[in-house]
């Protein structure tokens, strides 16, 4: 069998991950390769941390990239804290949160879910009478909640974590870089995120971030973490000075997430969140004047918008029409919500005005075609929202 060159099509990656990739971070994976312990990659890997502490908001120490996707940094996160026993607090309101949960009854912990409805975020409330009522001494909390769209407010769950001597710790797959966060002032203990979303970079790399209170639990584990590879306190001997071998790091990943985190660092942080918001909000004024609702009644995420499949409407013949006849990805629903929600990724720099009024464009033809009746124009809307704010 013959085989021709590689020729992907070049999507509008409009989904919930990946999103596009900036043309600057793909040139950099092009770079030579060099030794994973050769000097300027060593260099390399000191300003990649630079720039995550920047990103993350952090001054922790441990503050690198796993090597592997953004379920990488989730299992990194939960096997070096949860031991066999350990009672684990987990805010079950959507598909990741599950999977939180899932990885530790692995480990041989008892999660306590707090379950809500896919949508809605954690009660705070909640998570301070878990605390009470259990000997439970981490918090596991997803920032962005892919799978809904809902961005869960940290700071109650941060104070009734720290009033009990708890670890909190947070997903930021979907929000690092793309929504407000801060490590540091938000008393988040630890922090995972994802290469392939806000940060426009491929999948591979998992940035995360221990504070000295994560890493003296686990330096006095009494059990040996049960994965050599994700083991952070081995990792670390890695990324610190002395560089003790652990694996062969992914070196044109690592080229790649240096670009990436530049990017973010040069436009600014504050600027890149007010510009989620801005896009994020124009995107609900086109929705709402078609005459469709948003899913998440409130704490909708500016990066992950979920849209409510109106009825009589297949979702999956507008996500296949959006795809052939436009190049635009977007994603369906999981679990409960399959079928019910359209999940539209505005992450990085595909979080942009042309982004938004090509879609609720594309959106209004695919509707149509489908036989429902469009209230208004979603893209005109769009355009008058952003006239309106200059």
Known sequence: MR????????????????SNVHPIVLRAMSSPLVGHLDPYFMGLMDEVMELLREVFMTKNKVCFPISGTGMAGMEAAIVNLVQPGDEVIIGSNGFFGQRMAEIVRRCQGKPIEIFEEWGRAIDPEKVEEALSSSNANLVCIVHAETSTGVLQPLDGIARAARAHDALLLVDAVTSLSGCELRVDDMGIDVCYSGSQKCL?????????TFNERAMERVRNRRTKVQSWYLDVSLIEQYWSEGRAYHHTAPISMIYALREALRIVVEEGLEARWARHKRNRDALIRGIQEMGLEM?????RCPTMNAISVPEGVEDAIVRRFLLDRFNIEV?????????????????????????VILFLGALERALKTAG??????????AI?????WG
Request: hydrophobic residues 30%.
């Open 295 to 299: 899913f998440p009644p409130r704490d």
């Open 3 to 18: 085989y021709g060159e590689l020729n992907p099509p070049n999507r509008i990656l409009l989904g919930p991950g990946p």
């Open 384 to 388: 008058e929202a952003y006239g309106e």
């Open 200 to 208: 426009n970079c491929p999948p591979g790399l998992a940035p995360i």
């Open 331 to 355: 994603g369906g629903g999981l679990g409960p919500l399959k079928g019910k929600i359209w999940r539209v990724g505005l992450m990085g720099i595909n979080s942009s005005e042309q982004n």
């Open 372 to 381: 429902f009746r469009v209230k208004g124009s979603g893209a005109r809307a």
